[in-house]
């Protein structure tokens, strides 16, 4: 394996050629947060917004899940314009996620908690003014439950639904509007859904959460 050596926040790392500079920093425990970036996938989503980094040399940040490493790369996970980046997407993420963290399935377990926690930001709008969804929550299906009101966009379940499951699953709509949903919108129950619950598994905060881990004392 051919291995290319860089460095990032004055570590000296070598990773192999061709990989992701998000990969190669968390290999390394160097922290770039992130939602939607999955190391299987062929072709990162880059949705989220929240692993911008600054490589000297590049006159704007870029997003580590796309970035290739390349030999004597110099990356900086904390700059003013990094972290102002990284500020106002999670700001977006939470302007239209229903927060209602004591009441979540996922509460402690959660990635955007996380992320607040390691970064140092609030789970509450600081610049950006809230712009509330009030979806039909989909609890039809016998196992889990989704709640289109708690999803960040993050594609994880549909990447992992296509690879692992049916294949049910996708985008629809554009924009502020857009959410995940079943084809042409049949409950999940109604649905060619297998019932696997990778997607439920996969997701880093309580869009989809099984069914029992609601139940008091879960």
């Known amino acids: 394996m051919s291995l290319v050596s860089l460095t990032i926040d004055g570590y000296d790392i070598n990773a192999p050629k061709g990989e992701r500079l998000l990969w190669a920093a968390l290999d390394n425990d160097i922290y770039i947060p992130n939602l939607c970036a999955i ?44 972290n102002r980046l990284r500020r106002t997407a999670f700001e977006f993420l939470l302007s239209h996620h229903h927060l209602d963290c004591g009441h979540c399935a996922k509460n402690r377990n959660c990635e955007l908690q996380r992320i607040a926690s390691r970064l140092g930001l609030k789970l509450k709008l600081q610049r950006i003014r809230r712009l509330p969804r009030s979806l039909p929550i ?33 985008f629809a709509f554009r924009g502020i509007d857009t959410v995940v949903s079943t084809f042409d919108g049949v409950p999940m129950a109604d649905s060619m859904c297998t019932s696997c619950l990778e997607c439920v598994d996969i997701c880093p905060v309580g869009a989809l959460v099984r069914k029992d881990s609601q139940q008091p004392g879960k």
Not at 44 to 68: D, K, M, N
Not at 139 to 155: A, E, I, M, Q, R
């Open 138 to 170: 989909d609890s039809s299906h016998p196992l889990f439950t989704y709640d289109p009101n708690k999803c960040v966009v993050c594609g994880k379940c549909i990447w992992v639904c296509q690879q692992k499951g049916s294949g049910d699953i996708d």
């Open 39 to 82: 190391r299987e996938a062929d072709l990162p989503f880059g949705g989220c917004r929240l692993c911008f980094v600054e490589i000297e040399g590049r006159p704007s940040p870029v997003t580590a899940c796309s970035q290739p490493v390349e030999e004597g790369m110099i990356v900086h996970t904390s700059t003013l314009r990094v």
